[in-house]
């Protein structure tokens, strides 16, 4: 049979539409699979322990501050005068990296050292446990800690003086540990 006109026409009309029309869509690929998520939490967990443990992040308790001043000082800020030996470690570095020297000594529950070790800087605030000093460099941050015989922590004393201090000579029936002493105290370190 002889194709007419129309029939060509037809022909031709079908094919077009087919080519105009848009190919079906691609199946979806998923986007949030298994793995991906497995992936992402554990991102996330990663980050989340981050920010807990580095120094400094909202979930961590710095006890203290330095703050680098324009005339080249240093203001330290304590918020607990319990430092511990890691603490009082870390507050050493960061005054040291500043200029300014540190001395930590240990005694025992009943001594001081004898002062005066220089001429004393008096603090700029001593409120409850809040405490803040401005120091230039070369002074010295001195940090007393009474320690009991078995090597437990009891007290924190901080001062600060003018340059470099004396050494510390320690003196039994200075101590100025307030009340009585604390037998659940734990060792330093």
């Known amino acids: 049979m002889k ?19 848009p190919a079906p869509a691609p199946a979806r690929r998923r986007i949030v699979t298994v793995p991906r998520l497995a992936l992402a939490a554990g991102m996330a967990t990663a980050a ?8 400094g992040a909202p979930g961590t308790s710095q006890a203290f501050a330095v703050e680098k001043n324009p005339d080249g000082s ?10 511990s030996a890691s603490r009082q470690k870390e507050l050493a570095e960061r005054l040291r990296a ?27 605030r001593m409120e409850g446990p809040d405490w803040r000093i401005t120091l230039d460099r070369g002074d010295t941050l001195a940090i007393e800690n009474n320690v009991r015989a078995d090597g437990a922590y009891q007290a924190s004393t901080l001062y600060g003086i003018e340059g470099k201090a004396e050494a510390c000579n320690p003196v039994a029936g200075l101590s100025t540990l307030p009340g009585p002493v604390d037998k659940d105290a734990k060792p330093i370190g």
Do not use: H, N, W, Y
């Open 98 to 124: 500043e200029g300014v020297r540190v001395s930590i000594d240990s005694l025992a529950l009943d001594e001081a050292c004898e002062r005066p070790r220089g001429e004393q800087i008096q603090p700029e």
């Open 74 to 83: 240093v203001t330290v800020t304590v918020d607990d005068l319990t430092l």
């Open 48 to 55: 989340a322990v981050a920010a807990v443990m580095v120094p």
């Open 3 to 21: 194709a007419t006109f129309e029939d060509r026409l037809l022909g031709e009309l079908k094919r077009e539409i087919e080519l105009r029309e």
